[in-house]
């Protein structure tokens, strides 16, 4: 089983739409949550921590559920530019002090 | 600006042919990672470097060096690079090995081994 696992999409959504992804992880010592996006080809980019009561950014919700480990993000109103792939990470809570990638995934949000 | 740097981008090499790909932060980080990206694999961690001198294995290893002499340069080294090694690299730093905070990603290095 993977550490981290997200459906990999895509997802393709209309503008204006609300999508919703979610990621499993297995290690339940994990403490550290995050969002990334990364654009095609280019590097991963923070987009928001998640933090245990749940958080919001603007149109972005993520939220925490630690009893059955997983984490979602939410998106409001899509933009075009939202198209991307959102990889959610998870410290694992080894002697490396790792961040565990899931493999992401693919929006497009079309016109 | 603070930044991760790599060099080169882009790179096309022959089997067993030594190369070098360079990484360098401005941002005074401790903890620094190489990181390989292959489809449907996500990024997996080759090697890590909590401060200067202090290097340690990641998930894939294999086939890869890496030093770590100045606490802003983290070079990766293929010393035989064969076709498996052709991949997506990124190199990644953030401020502590404690803490979980933002990690600042180069932009790749994109490596095609024939």
């Known amino acids: 089983r993977k550490e981290v696992e997200q459906d990999p999409g895509p997802f393709n959504v209309p503008e204006g739409a609300t999508v919703a992804f979610n990621c499993t992880y297995s290690?339940?010592?994990?403490?550290?949550f995050f969002w990334y996006r990364q654009d095609c080809r280019k590097e991963p980019k923070l987009l928001m921590s998640?933090?245990?009561s749940g958080n919001e950014d603007g149109r972005f919700t993520a939220q925490l559920n630690r009893a059955s480990q997983y984490i979602s993000l939410l998106i409001r109103d899509s933009k075009l530019s939202d198209s991307a792939t959102y990889l959610c990470?998870?410290?694992?809570?080894?002697?490396?002090?790792?961040?565990?990638f899931g493999s992401g995934t693919r929006l497009q949000v079309q016109p | 600006e603070a930044q991760v740097t790599q060099n080169p981008r882009y790179l096309i090499t022959v089997t067993g042919k030594k190369l070098t790909v360079t990484c360098s932060q401005n941002?005074?980080?401790?903890?620094m990672s190489w990181y390989r990206q292959d489809p449907g694999l996500g990024l997996r961690q080759i090697y890590y470097?909590?401060?200067?001198?202090?290097?340690d294995k990641g998930d894939v290893p294999e086939g890869y060096k890496v030093s770590r002499k100045e606490k802003r340069n983290f070079p990766l080294i293929l010393e035989s690079p064969s076709p498996n090694q052709t991949s997506l690299y990124f190199c990644?730093?953030?401020?502590?090995?404690?803490?979980?905070?933002?990690?600042?990603f180069g932009p790749g290095t994109r490596l095609t081994v024939l």
């Open positions: 990644a730093s953030r401020t502590t090995p404690k803490s979980y905070n933002e990690q600042f």
């Open positions: 290690n339940s010592a994990s403490q550290s």
């Open positions: 998640v933090y245990s």
């Open positions: 990470v998870v410290n694992t809570d080894t002697g490396r002090r790792a961040l565990t």
């Open positions: 941002m005074n980080h401790e903890y």
């Open positions: 470097s909590m401060n200067v001198e202090v290097t």
